[in-house]
């Protein structure tokens, strides 16, 4: 076992070794530029993207000429939500104040170029409601961006009602799906109208991701130049990571396929520290509508420096792993009513079909043994 040993796979997760094989021609043999398309070397090249955009779409069972591809989440929700609102009047936009900084930051800009924004607020478990958002809707509400499952807390979100909220108004729809794929299964016949993900959160590399415009909004680039992806965004195409994109897609059923495992992971180490901790730990991830991949606990009666200054043999986040350098405590904590300092003490336990049971019973020892110590 290696130490320390990774429970934060919601953070990133290692490239897939298929996916790795499948990647390397393309670095050195393969190495045409899709845009060339006078000679073998870029038909190989624009064949390669051609397989990869299949196999995204037909994972999501969209029309592959819905995907563009991007250098990740962050990039692909700025391409969506300024693209959309690019050339529209200043109107309202809806979000919550439980998104990753990659969304939250955009309506923040946003608000201040003159754009009114409402920050819906979750429920005692973490939930936006259909009403909330229902309620919040206005005359001149222009998008709707709300996430799929929550990075920090591992909420799955009422989508189907927010599309079905959205459609009945007319409203964009737009969803950061960057911590569902592998971790639930879509319901397909009501997908967000503009989806944003990352290679890296399911076992693709890192800088690439994509946006699905599976709807007619309409999104405008954000910058100039070659014109690829049909002119939505520009930029010689990396090659090598949209086949390793592609590639991951088709393991996602696979993966999928660990469910039932994950959610006895999550059982056992919630339930061993409930029963030997039950005064000092709060559960963040309560929702009945939780991922099994991910556990948020806050811990009370220890100060969050000396917490982690002792758990150095695994590899665990306290919130976003974009928070992680920063003592400012996570806003989507905040947002559920913790104090600031129970907030800074919270250990994001994520793990993956690639964690072993022995693993789970180190995590479940070392916790144990550190808190107890701690606690005393
Ligand atoms: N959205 C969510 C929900 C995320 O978890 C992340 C990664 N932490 C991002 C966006 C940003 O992804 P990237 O850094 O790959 O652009």
Redesign the pocket.
């Given at each position: 076992m290696n130490l320390p040993t990774y429970f934060d796979y919601?953070?990133t997760t290692p490239v897939r070794s298929e996916v790795l094989s499948k990647m390397l021609p393309y670095f050195s043999t393969i190495y045409g530029n899709a845009g060339s398309n006078l000679h073998h070397y870029g038909w190989l090249a624009q064949e390669a993207i051609d397989l990869s955009r299949n196999q995204i779409a037909a994972y999501f069972n969209v029309k592959p000429s819905s995907i563009y591809y991007t250098?990740?989440?962050?990039?692909s929700?700025n391409l969506a939500i300024k693209g959309y609102l690019k050339g529209k009047f200043k109107g309202h936009l809806i979000t919550s104040i439980i998104e990753?900084k990659?969304?939250l930051e955009i309506f923040i800009q946003l608000e201040k170029e003159g754009y009114s924004v409402t920050y819906l607020t979750p429920n005692e478990v973490g939930q936006i409601t259909k009403d909330v958002l229902t309620n919040a809707i206005q005359a001149d509400t222009l998008l709707v961006s709300l996430?799929m499952v929550n990075?920090e807390i591992g909420t799955i979100s009422d989508y189907v009602a927010f599309k079905k909220v959205c459609d009945s108004h007319s409203i964009c729809f737009h969803s950061?799906v960057?911590?569902a794929i592998g971790k639930i299964k879509f319901d397909l016949t009501h997908l967000p109208h503009l989806m944003?993900f990352?290679g890296?959160?399911i076992y693709a590399p890192?800088g690439i991701?994509g946006l699905i415009i599976n709807s007619n909004c309409i999104i405008n680039p954000l910058f100039d130049g070659g014109g690829q992806e049909r002119g939505i965004r520009s930029g010689t195409l990396p090659v090598p990571l949209i086949v390793g994109l592609g590639y991951a897609f088709t393991f996602i059923p696979e993966i999928l396929g660990f469910e039932e495992t994950l959610s006895n992971f999550n059982r056992k180490i919630k339930e061993v520290l409930l029963c030997n901790f039950n005064n000092h730990i709060l559960i963040n991830s309560k929702s009945p509508n939780n991922i099994s991949s991910l556990l948020s606990i806050s811990i009370h009666g220890v100060h969050w420096e000396d917490l982690f200054n002792s758990l150095t043999s695994i590899a665990i986040s306290n919130g976003?792993?974009?928070n992680v350098k920063s003592t400012n405590p996570s806003h989507v904590l905040m947002a559920l009513g913790h104090k600031r300092d129970l907030a800074l003490s919270t250990l994001r336990i994520s793990f993956s079909y690639l964690t072993t049971e022995q693993e789970i019973d180190f995590l479940i020892h070392y916790l144990e043994s550190k808190l107890s110590k701690l606690l005393r």
């Open positions: 919601a953070s250098s990740g989440a962050t990039e929700n990753h990659a969304v996430m990075n950061d960057t911590q944003s990352s890296h959160k890192k991701g976003s792993a974009c």
